[in-house]
């Protein structure tokens, strides 16, 4: 069996797990309406860390995260010739070095916490932090590693802000995930760790199962998504599948939900395809953003919170159905004890990813 | 058992396949070089011209290995034929013209930018064969042939019966493309390994 806890949430609701916790469940937001922030100057709903500072952002936030994974772990398991880490992230430290963004921050992490395997980054678009997590599992599972500590991290750039602006992508409003005036995305910055391991007793707080998931490509469009949900379906069908979970089983889905009009009906027609329509859904852009390569790692182990704590959030911006295909997107919060959750995750190249966590 | 059954080598200068030169550079030409070879090989595929860089040199190579590897998308289901690449500068070369379009060409290029990560080639390899398997892609400070050999075992134990392994290394002039296709469901003298992965590289052990 694969476990998986620790887990770690760094955002503009704060800088500890518990600080994004009490945030999150008394449904507060993130996104502040960002001066200047845009190209041509213009204002921008952002889920910034404002007080964020140091010149060195992405090493400063991998760094925290990981010694808060630390402080949660076996002391023996971070220098363990067993245990490697992977860092998922799109653009990493971009404004510092462009031709090599993770080098300099890989570097100053290994060196730090004396790590002894050289980390891994997986740069996927969207679907990196959750791709990351099946990773570790999957290194796990074949014993290549006993131990695997995931973070996810990416931060707010010029780069990336004119960027998704050029694409017409970015909401005139908070973000609005699956609702039906949703008109885009509000990106996000932040950082999450979780620890992947084959040994139970390494978690100092408890853990949960991770069952192991898949991604699959949609074959289909570059920055578009799938007309056919085809590639999401394909991935969740699979992690279901091996896994021996049937649809009814899923309590909860922690979908991708980034707010713009054909991602959302994408997900609905996989979700519809998969027999998911009636299991209760969030997705947690509206409190974090879109925080890319860090987004599956933060909503995992916001996913993870919310079973410790007994609430499942609502989907914050959601208010009525905007979708072809109506999902059970939660509008209140809810207090149940979900004994599994989907996670799910879709992005630009045609990629999806999907795990499954389970309470023990 | 799996085995390396083909492979692609993009320098700067040459491009072969299972070692054999197919193409050499001409540094008169006005077109670039993965141009040179796209026409030289007599690919056929219009949407290469608005490729970057980086998904050029994926295509060319996954074009040439099937042409020599005949009949292998026919042997494999849509879903089992995954993709392992990595490099060591992610999208750079695409990233550096982005920033151009809106420091210096007024604003920031939509069509530059869907190219400013490294997983788009994996995208448009998949369309091009219409293949649904996994994906990945890894920024590694340096080839890194153990990591090919561990995670492509764990795709070919986890559902995928070939993986198209490749290190795309293309920054500028400094061309460094080396894929190669490992089947488990057939023979060949070459084990998948770190030892051949490694020497059929020609990259230098660091």
């Not at chain 1, 245990?83 to 031709?99: A, M, R, W, Y």
């Not at chain 2, 080598?9 to 006005?30: E, F, M, T």
């Amino acid at each position: 069996m694969t476990y998986i806890g620790a887990e770690v949430i760094i955002s503009p609701l704060g800088r500890t797990t518990a600080e994004n916790w009490a945030a999150v469940s008394a449904n507060q937001s993130g996104i502040s309406l960002v001066k200047h922030a845009g190209f041509d100057n213009s204002d921008l709903y952002l889920s910034k860390i404002l007080d964020l500072v140091d010149d060195y952002k992405f090493e400063k936030l991998i760094s925290d995260a990981l010694t808060a994974v630390s402080a949660q772990i076996d002391p023996g398991i971070l220098i363990s010739q067993r245990t490697v880490v992977i860092i998922s992230s799109t653009k990493g430290e971009l404004d510092k070095d462009i031709n090599d963004p993770f080098g300099k921050s890989i570097a100053a992490l290994v060196s730090k916490f004396s790590l002894v395997n050289q980390p891994i980054v997986l740069s996927n678009a969207c679907i990196s932090g959750v791709l990351a997590i099946n990773a570790a599992s999957n290194f796990i599972q074949a014993k290549i590693y006993d131990h695997a500590i995931v973070i996810g991290c990416d931060l707010i750039s010029d780069f990336v802000v004119y960027g998704f602006q050029s694409l017409f992508a970015i909401s005139d409003k908070p973000c609005a995930p699956f609702d039906a005036s949703r008109n885009g995305i509000t990106m996000g910055e932040g950082c999450g760790a979780v620890v992947v391991s084959g040994t139970k007793e390494i978690f100092l707080n408890g853990s949960f199962q991770l069952l192991s998931g898949t991604s699959a490509n949609d074959a289909n469009h570059i920055p578009g998504p799938s007309r056919t949900g085809e590639g999401l379906f394909r991935s969740v069908k699979r992690t279901l599948e091996i896994n021996d979970v049937a649809p009814d089983e899923i309590d909860f889905i922690c979908a991708h939900g980034t707010a713009t009009v054909f991602n959302d009906e994408m997900e609905s027609i996989a979700f519809d395809r998969s027999g998911l329509t009636n299991v209760p859904l969030s997705s947690l852009k509206g409190y974090f953003g879109h925080t890319l390569g860090a987004a599956g790692v933060i909503e995992t182990a916001a996913s993870m919170q919310m079973m410790r704590h007994g609430t499942l959030l609502k989907s914050l911006g959601y208010q009525e159905s905007g979708t072809s295909k109506e999902l059970n997107v939660l509008s209140e919060n809810v207090a149940a004890q979900p004994k599994t959750i989907l996670k799910t995750a879709s992005g630009f190249g045609g990629g999806n990813a999907s795990l499954i966590i389970r309470s023990l | 058992m799996s085995f390396i059954t083909t492979y692609c080598h993009i320098s700067a200068d040459q491009c072969s396949v299972n070692g054999k030169a197919v193409s050499a550079r001409d540094r008169a030409a006005s077109e670039s070089w993965f141009k040179q070879i796209y026409k030289e090989q007599e690919l056929v595929y219009p949407k290469f011209y608005k490729m970057d860089s980086l998904s050029q040199a994926g295509f060319l190579a996954s074009e040439l290995i099937k042409r020599e590897n005949k009949g292998l998308t026919g042997r494999y289901k849509d879903d089992e034929i995954a993709m392992l690449f990595a490099n060591q500068s992610s999208s750079a070369d695409t990233d550096l013209r982005f920033i151009n379009s809106y420091e210096h060409n007024g604003a920031p290029s939509p069509s530059l930018f869907v190219y400013t990560l490294p997983n788009i080639v994996l995208g448009e390899i998949a369309i091009v064969n219409k293949w649904y398997g996994e994906n990945m892609f890894a920024v590694l400070p340096k080839f890194a042939p153990g990591f090919f050999a561990d995670y492509g075992q764990i795709l070919l134990s986890t559902g995928a019966k070939a993986v198209l392994c490749g290190w795309l290394g293309v920054l500028g002039d400094n061309i460094e493309v080396f894929v190669w296709l490992v089947e488990s469901e057939t023979n060949g003298s070459l084990n998948f390994n770190q030892e051949n992965v490694l020497k059929l590289s020609g990259f230098n052990p660091a």
